[in-house]
């Protein structure tokens, strides 16, 4: 029988014994699943197997290219030495000049130590290369940023923030990628005291800016007020403890943070740390304690940012009428929706294939877009407030619902508007390094594009 006959789900066969190689049209199906079946037949032995997404990594994802031409001898000079001469000595004069005469004002550095990848966990720089060059894509993708990947072989946070440092004077700004709490805190808190570019730790505020941009229009389906309602939250790693903050400067009155040891209240002693200490002064006003799906009963918001199944469906039935579960952990989140579509009016999760994905797409390439185009020293909450405005904001009265409180992220709306918001809250709050434009500037600049 012919493997053709035996296999539909193979993107491709490739025959070495054969003067030709057949492409054989297949489904989907893993790689290791596939490799089985071949070999399961008499007289076939695998000798590679490859996918689609192994085929879109080969070499890499990402690639450095020239924006100038070099076909003449003046070109050269100019590009090159000794022309460039006079450029260096241009920002040797006056080191501000690198923001319009470098890469500087539109790149950054995406850093890893690869201690928190995705849901895989510590598996150190090597293996955390794909996922930052896909960040990087997606910086380029949708906020027109150059971003490079830099994945450092150490997870000693002195190690990083010095390193970091070092190489800041070639970037606008940088990114912290998928760095493990509470390592995270220290080294975000130490950048910023030291560099005076942007750092931004996307697992911290992207997630926290989606999550309240899609709590304020949930909100406004279930018509309650943000400071009335009680919220219940799992997870007090980088991403909770940010969204907690966050949430409580739009005005949250009443969070409780869960961990693993249970609520997290001023005085407990099981698995603090100085962050979870902090934190605990900032919220549970009432000092609940106990396991977090007996701490659901009466609450009107849940928000997951933890593991999978830690959620009891008959614990949701417990809240308060029209309910708000944001069950994020990925790739299974804490409570599937299916189990509690009886219980919960809103439902989101971090998945792409349930209504209403909170993904932090929403919100870096727009943030860092903003930041980048003022130049500012770094993103305040101001910022960040902005940021969550802008994208619940692309939601309208007429599409908003109880399966579309979040926008999608194809919508190419989003990051310009978040980057204009962003922009405008680093100007009014003295973050800016570089001048707000006028219209007189605006008109200068049409008619110096228009002479050229």
Known sequence: MAISERLTSLARVRMPWSATSRLMPT?????????????????????????????????????????????????????????????????????????????????????????????LGNIGPFAAMPVMEGKCMLFKEFGGIDAFPICLDTQDPEAIIETVARIAPAFGGINLEDISAPRCF???????????????????????????????????????????????????????????????????????????EGAIYRGRREGMNAFKEQIAHETNPNG??????????????????????????????????????????????????????????????????????????????????GALDCQARFVNEAMKMAAARAIAAVVSDAELGEEYIIPSVFNRRIAPEVAEAVKAAAYETGVARRGRPTSEDEESLATLVGAI
Request: charged residues 20%; contains cysteine; aromatic residues 4%.
């Open 27 to 119: 489904t989907k199906a893993t790689p290791s699943a596939s490799s089985n079946r071949v070999n399961s037949m008499e007289g076939v032995r695998v000798v590679h197997v490859s996918d689609r997404t192994f085929l879109m990594h080969l070499g890499g994802k990402i690639e450095v290219k020239s924006k100038i031409p070099i076909r003449t001898r003046d070109d050269l000079s100019m590009a090159y030495t000794p022309g460039v001469a006079r450029v260096c000595m241009a920002i040797a004069e006056d080191p501000a000049k690198a923001w319009n005469l470098t890469i500087k004002r539109n790149t950054i550095a995406v850093v890893s130590d690869g201690s928190a990848v995705l849901g």
């Open 186 to 260: 220290v080294v975000e808190d130490a950048l910023r005291e030291r560099i005076d570019i942007p750092v931004f730790h996307d697992d911290q505020h992207g997630t926290a800016i989606v999550v309240l941009a899609a709590l304020t229009n949930a909100l406004r389906v279930v018509d309650k007020s943000i400071d009335s309602v009680r919220i219940v939250m799992l997870g007090a790693g980088a991403a909770g403890v940010a969204c907690a903050k966050i949430m409580l400067a739009a005005g949250v009155r009443d969070i409780v943070l869960c961990d693993r």
């Open 288 to 369: 609940l304690r106990g396991d977090v799906n007996d701490l659901l009963a009466g609450a009107d918001v849940f928000v997951g940012v933890s593991g999978p199944g830690l959620i009891r469906p008959s614990a949701v039935a417990t809240m308060a009428k029209d309910a708000i579960v944001f069950a994020m952990a990925n790739p299974t989140p804490e409570v599937m929706p299916e189990e509690i579509r009886d219980y919960a009016r809103i439902i989101a999760t971090g998945r792409s294939d349930y209504p209403n994905q909170i993904n932090n797409l929403l919100a870096f390439p727009g943030v860092m877009r």
